[in-house]
């Protein structure tokens, strides 16, 4: 007896109505959020569109306004001009009419005796910390702070030359050391420039250290950056 009729026979593959009924499944899974998404813009299309149409267009014929295969292409185009109208209107409330009376508010808070000193304090530490002023921390620095042989994290705020640095006949360095967690808060602290050590850590890897307390640690060395072949 020979050794192939000992050999165990192959298994039968799936059947033709298996093939069939996982092919059918997955156009089906294809095909679901497909239709899903088209029936929801449709929708939507249909009620926001749709009930502008008749405004934005009464200059088209009601035959073509009104026609079952245009309908669609004049609700979509009526829905995007709602949303430039709104957007435009948001627009013009936050930076024209927002501005205006942002202004008179203002000049009205710093006619009140007392308040403005307050209310222009806090609004010179908005500024600060606000996006305009975002590239005022450009250096992260590390000094000896709060006593000898402890260091901390520090902005290097400023370089230039002034009374203090007359004064004491140094060149002092202005460095913030915000507190943690809360980093709008902090000391303002003159340092010679032989004490501050100036560190690669970009601002926003030190802020998150900050917030942070110390549980999130920029990496280092810093992750090479790969250069791109070029071509010949």
Sequence with gaps: MSDSSLAPAPAPGPSRFATLRNAFLSGLLLLTPITITWIVFSALFERVG????????FFVPAD??????LRIV????????????????????????GQYFGSLAERFVQNIPGVSAVYNT???????????????FNKVVLVEFP???????GFLTNKTQGEPSARTGLELLTVFVPTTPNPTGGYLLL??????????????EAMKM???????????????????????
Excluded: C
């Design 64 to 69: 073509l306004r009104d026609h079952e295969s």
């Design 147 to 153: 006593r000898p042989g402890v260091r901390t994290i």
């Design 122 to 136: 806090v609004k010179q530490i908005v500024d600060t910390f606000g996006t305009q002023n975002r590239n005022l």
């Design 210 to 232: 900050i917030i942070s307390g110390g549980a999130v640690i920029p990496p280092w060395p810093p992750a090479a950056k790969v250069t791109p072949p070029t071509l010949p």
């Design 50 to 57: 749709g009930g502008f149409r008749d405004y934005f267009f």
């Design 191 to 204: 340092f010679p420039k032989n004490e501050v050590i100036e560190l690669d850590m970009p601002v926003g």
């Design 74 to 97: 004049w609700n979509i185009v009526a829905t995007f001009i709602i949303i430039v109208l709104i957007t435009l209107l948001g627009w013009v409330s936050r930076y024209v009419l």
